[in-house]
């Protein structure tokens, strides 16, 4: 696999068997995803509604985060619980999110390793069986990939969304609202300075690999979806020279689709739960309409997805398993060859996307479910099974406000 991306021939147009546009089939067109789809008015109309919502679930979520911080010192293993369901929350705060103002397709495809784990569903959905525990890298593309990622712990059996954790920058702890509710997720902030950020790792990537014990003494581990972008930052122009000088220094070749990655931090990660989990998760990342020199940051703005009905057509998923039994450790430079070894097999897939318009299909498993697959792809959408699902986002401020409500009214009774 990893010397028949590195060396294939990149396809040309005269090749493809499918209709896909690609970037240069699009022409004049002012945006890869077609005209704007609304006016001023409703734009604005848009642009209150999916705000509203959003500072209105997450201030809930919050809320609910709020009331149960006591449980941290009356007992730790109910917390973690209670905050994972928070997190289960804003799960599906951005999955309907997305689903009501920035539709898109999802299209994936994988190699052999997965092709047994991803399976269409009678509602026209799609399921993971993904483990409970992994480690999950992908190349970002750009602000919106986490997001479609958070999606597939949704989609997961099981679901695994009110477990993903995420290594971000320092910065956007400050956010109101959403920086302290992503402190209480157990996300992991990190100031890009190794020596302050090693005890934050530690610290947290203790907490996950730490075993409890059931009533009657069973070990387990907690369910954990431990998310990396070895880039360290979203694919931009700025990322883009700051890759090439970085690949130029150490005596390396540079990609051109993705960003040399940085091995530090993953290969922290990996020594820390090595042993507590059995495979990394590997997910390329494509946007439809990107064209070949462009970023997608420049394309895919929230104006552009949220409030002029132009989000991409697609976001395309190339999944990969690898075993980190088989990951060399040793040492971080055996570590880092390998890393960057997958990364430029990344290079080649984004470059056969550019080129064709998918990623390869996946290929043909026995025992694997087919069904639902086109080609070798399968397409869904980013939403919940149940419209009605968000109403959970609601549930614990509802209850404690209907208690306190029914407490207002039998201190009225008493005093009548």
Known sequence: MAAELRHRAPTQPSERTDNTALPSDLGPSPHPSGRRKHGTLVQIIRGVS??????VCATTIHATQLIGSPLYWINRDLYYAYMSLTKRSFGLLITTMTHWWGATTIRISGDASVADQIRKTEDGL?????PERIIMIANHQIYTDWLYLWWVGYANSPKMHGFLYIILKESLKYIPIIGPGMMFYGFIFMSRKMATDQPRLAHRLGKLRTPHATPDGRKYLDPMWLLLFPEGTNSSKNGRQKSARWAEKIGVKDPEHVLLPRSTGTYYCLQELKGTVDYIYDCTVAYEGVPRGRFGEEIFTIGGTYLRGQPPKSVNFYWRRFRIADIPLANQEEFDMWLRERWYEKDALMEQYLTT???????????????????????????????????QIFSVIGTVSALVWTALQFKTLLAW
């Open 50 to 55: 999916v705000t509203v919502y959003f500072v």
């Open 126 to 130: 799609v399921e993971f069986s993904f």
């Open 357 to 391: 318009g998918r990623f390869p299909p996946t290929p043909a498993v026995d025992g694997a479910d087919t069904k639902g697959q086109e080609g070798g792809y399968l397409e869904t959408e980013v939403r919940t099974k149940r419209w009605y699902e968000f109403l």
